[in-house]
């Protein structure tokens, strides 16, 4: 099954015939209402004509106006005026041509074009135009914010990123330096160890100097000498020796006074 063919909708031409801002202003004979501006369709409806008609049973003087104030169609129509942009009543048909004419030409493009929407006046599709923009203003500030915020996200993730990094290098840079330093107090204890070893072997050495084999072998050798202790002068009394008599002496124990003998 063949897919259908897009169906392409007729363009319609960028005329003032096809715009919602053409209007047409009203200038009543009787003073009762100025600068009425009112929708062409609906003026040509009452039997008017852009340069003349009634309106409500009144008869009165009108001229085309843009409601945008994109262009002065008076003066670029050709029509004979007045300072106050009023045309004379005589020269309503030839106005009315020339109009006409103007109305309908593509030879050109009006950037304030806005599509006719039926049965509304000027100043609504004024007010539809407003609306359109405070939508597309709202639409690119969601927009932007948007665009803001995924920025910001993007900052506070690279930021985090940076953080978790530099963590990281940080925790490594510790690492190192707690492994050097477990390394450190690994060789200072193994050498502290070492050194009691030898104490305790030296230790157990002395101990046992005076009893095992080996050590009197290391006597011999001169490794044990006996400290010599120096034999200190007895003090010497300053009173004199006294002789004891020879009567008060105990006579010598001979043999033959032995008992026994």
Same mark, same amino acid.
């Given at each position: 099954? $063949?897919?259908?063919k897009p169906?392409?909708l007729?363009?319609?031409?960028?005329?003032?015939?096809?715009?919602?801002?053409?209007?047409?202003?009203?200038d009543l004979?009787?003073?009762?209402?100025n600068?009425?501006?009112?929708?062409v369709?609906a003026? #040509?409806k $009452?039997?008017g004509e852009?340069?003349?008609g009634t309106? !409500? #049973?009144v008869?009165?003087?009108?001229?085309?106006?843009?409601?945008f #104030?994109?262009?002065?169609?008076?003066s670029e129509?050709g029509a004979?005026?007045?300072?106050m942009?009023?045309?004379?009543v005589?020269d309503?048909?030839?106005?009315?041509?020339r109009?006409?004419?103007f109305?309908e030409?593509?030879d050109?493009?009006c950037e304030s074009w806005?599509e006719l929407?039926p049965g509304?006046s000027?100043?609504?599709h004024?007010?539809q135009?407003?609306m359109?923009?405070?939508?597309?203003m #709202?639409?690119?500030?969601?927009?932007k914010? !948007?665009e803001?915020?995924?920025?910001?996200l993007?900052e506070?993730e690279?930021?985090?990123?940076?953080?978790?990094?530099?963590q990281?290098?940080?925790?490594r840079?510790?690492?190192?330096?707690?492994?050097? $330093?477990?390394?450190k107090?690994q060789?200072?204890? $193994?050498?502290?160890?070492?050194v009691?070893?030898?104490?305790?072997?030296a230790?157990?050495i002395?101990?046992?100097?005076t009893?095992t084999?080996?050590?009197?072998?290391?006597k011999?050798m001169?490794w044990?000498q006996?400290?010599q202790?120096?034999i200190l002068?007895p003090p010497?009394?300053?009173?004199p020796?006294?002789?004891?008599p020879?009567s008060t002496a105990?006579p010598?124990?001979t043999?033959?006074?032995s008992?026994?003998y």
């Amino acid at each position: 099954m $063949e897919d259908p063919k897009p169906v392409s909708l007729p363009q319609i031409p960028r005329t003032c015939n096809t715009c919602g801002f053409l209007g047409v202003q009203l200038d009543l004979q009787d003073g009762s209402a100025n600068d009425l501006l009112v929708g062409v369709s609906a003026f #040509r409806k $009452e039997g008017g004509e852009l340069f003349h008609g009634t309106h !409500e #049973r009144v008869q009165c003087n009108a001229f085309p106006v843009c409601a945008f #104030r994109a262009r002065h169609l008076v003066s670029e129509i050709g029509a004979p005026h007045d300072a106050m942009g009023r045309t004379r009543v005589h020269d309503r048909l030839e106005n009315n041509k020339r109009a006409k004419a103007f109305l309908e030409r593509t030879d050109w493009t009006c950037e304030s074009w806005f599509e006719l929407i039926p049965g509304l006046s000027p100043q609504k599709h004024l007010e539809q135009l407003q609306m359109l923009k405070l939508e597309e203003m #709202r639409q690119q500030w969601e927009a932007k914010q !948007e665009e803001t915020h995924r920025n910001w996200l993007g900052e506070q993730e690279q930021k985090h990123r940076d953080w978790l990094a530099d963590q990281a290098e940080k925790d490594r840079k510790w690492k190192i330096d707690r492994e050097e $330093e477990q390394a450190k107090d690994q060789k200072r204890n $193994e050498w502290v160890q070492l050194v009691l070893a030898l104490a305790s072997l030296a230790l157990a050495i002395l101990a046992l100097g005076t009893v095992t084999p080996d050590a009197v072998v290391l006597k011999r050798m001169g490794w044990f000498q006996p400290v010599q202790t120096p034999i200190l002068n007895p003090p010497v009394s300053d009173t004199p020796d006294v002789p004891v008599p020879a009567s008060t002496a105990k006579p010598a124990q001979t043999a033959s006074d032995s008992p026994g003998y």
